[in-house]
């Protein structure tokens, strides 16, 4: 059976583009945070370049890692930082650094994405955690 072409905006495996970067961006800042490396290390050995999203994601949560941690850790009652999964951290940094550094994207896009890569690469609780961590932070990561 032939594969249909992808449609503007669609990546070639059926999939939204900018929902594929937001993955490509979670898998490589995990990788980076595994390995004890830089996220900008991480992404100058890839073998394949990755496209402009993933690399304003990874290179924004690394330039702004400070002030999206400390927002987070005052969101998220009960959890320390390094006390939550890897995965979580890393879904709320992208998403965070979303709220506060891309007004063009709304605030329920950046939670649902979010949420989802939570739900796909998390635990069974881990969407509710990043929804109800990121929802707390929007009046202060995205003042109106």
């Given at each position: 059976?032939?594969?249909?072409?992808?449609?503007?905006?669609?990546?070639?495996?059926?999939?939204?583009?900018?929902?594929?970067?937001?993955?490509?961006a979670l898998i490589l800042l995990y990788e980076a945070e595994a390995?004890?490396?830089?996220?900008?290390?991480?992404?100058?050995?890839?073998?394949?370049?990755?496209?402009?999203?993933?690399?304003?994601?990874?290179?924004?949560?690394?330039?702004?890692?400070?002030?999206?941690?400390?927002?987070?850790?005052?969101?998220?009652?009960?959890?320390?930082?390094?006390?939550?999964?890897?995965?979580?951290?890393?879904?709320?940094?992208?998403?965070?650094?979303?709220?506060?550094?891309?007004?063009?994207?709304?605030?329920?896009?950046?939670?649902?994405?979010?949420?989802?890569?939570?739900?796909?690469?998390?635990?069974?609780?881990?969407?509710?955690f990043v929804n109800g961590v990121l929802s707390a932070t929007v009046?202060?990561?995205?003042?109106?």
């Open positions: 059976m032939a594969r249909r072409p992808a449609r503007p905006g669609q990546s070639p495996l059926g999939g939204d583009e900018r929902s594929d970067s937001r993955e490509r390995k004890g490396a830089s996220p900008a290390e991480v992404v100058d050995g890839q073998v394949t370049r990755p496209d402009d999203l993933t690399r304003l994601l990874v290179t924004g949560v690394e330039d702004n890692l400070e002030r999206l941690d400390s927002v987070l850790g005052a969101h998220s009652k009960g959890w320390t930082l390094a006390r939550m999964a890897t995965i979580d951290r890393t879904v709320l940094r992208i998403g965070a650094f979303e709220l506060a550094c891309r007004p063009d994207v709304p605030v329920a896009v950046v939670i649902d994405e979010a949420v989802r890569l939570a739900k796909r690469f998390g635990t069974d609780d881990s969407g509710r009046a202060e990561l995205r003042p109106a």
